[in-house]
């Protein structure tokens, strides 16, 4: 029926297809020296691959014309977010992330790189709130008056305190044996 798959279409041990193409070497240099592009195509449909493989073609093709044209550009995943947090004391602060990633392949990258970004900002925020409850809790205890302190301070001991020697000690307890 289909015979030999077409060039820029392969199939993985898992029976998916993937869809590659090699990158002509004036152009290496913008795809990370790469000398092919490799993509799963994340299906083991036949006419399902056949149409994504044309689509990744097509961009292919038209960033190669952009490239012989002399339009270079970056293509750069920027993620930002913020996170309110209230103080224990009631103010409220905002805490912010950002990350730089090379354009994702897939929608799929992209959505892991959302979920690295929000589960930074949960992790900054704990430690901010904890940040904060530590320094609380220290001040208050520093504020609190301790009276031990407190009377060490003001009258000294009215005689020293005495034990026994701790060679006395020893030699007791062995003669006790």
């Known amino acids: 029926m289909r ?4 060039a820029y279409l392969s199939k993985d041990r898992h029976g998916l297809y993937n869809f590659r193409a090699r990158i002509p070497k004036r152009f290496q240099l913008h795809f990370n020296g790469k000398a ?3 993509r799963s195509l994340g299906t083991d449909s036949y006419r399902e691959a ?3 493989a044309r689509s990744l073609r097509v961009q292919m093709d038209q960033r190669m014309a952009e490239l012989e ?3 270079f550009r970056s293509r750069v995943l920027v993620l930002e977010g913020k996170k309110r947090i209230t103080l224990p004391d009631g103010t409220e602060e905002t805490i912010t992330a950002r990350i730089e990633r090379d354009e994702p392949a897939t929608e799929a990258e992209k959505n ?3 979920d690295f970004l929000l589960r930074q900002l949960d992790r900054e925020a704990a430690f901010k ?3 904060v409850r530590r320094e609380t809790l220290h001040g208050a205890q520093l504020a609190q008056p301790n009276p031990t302190r407190e009377k060490a301070t003001r009258e000294p001991p009215a005689h020293p305190v005495q034990g026994l020697l701790l060679s006395t000690a020893i030699q007791e307890y062995i003669a006790a044996g």
């Open 3 to 6: 015979g030999e798959l077409p």
């Open 129 to 131: 709130l904890d940040q």
């Open 112 to 114: 892991e790189h959302k």
């Open 50 to 52: 056949v149409k994504l």
């Open 36 to 38: 092919e592009i490799k």
């Open 69 to 71: 044209k002399g339009v």
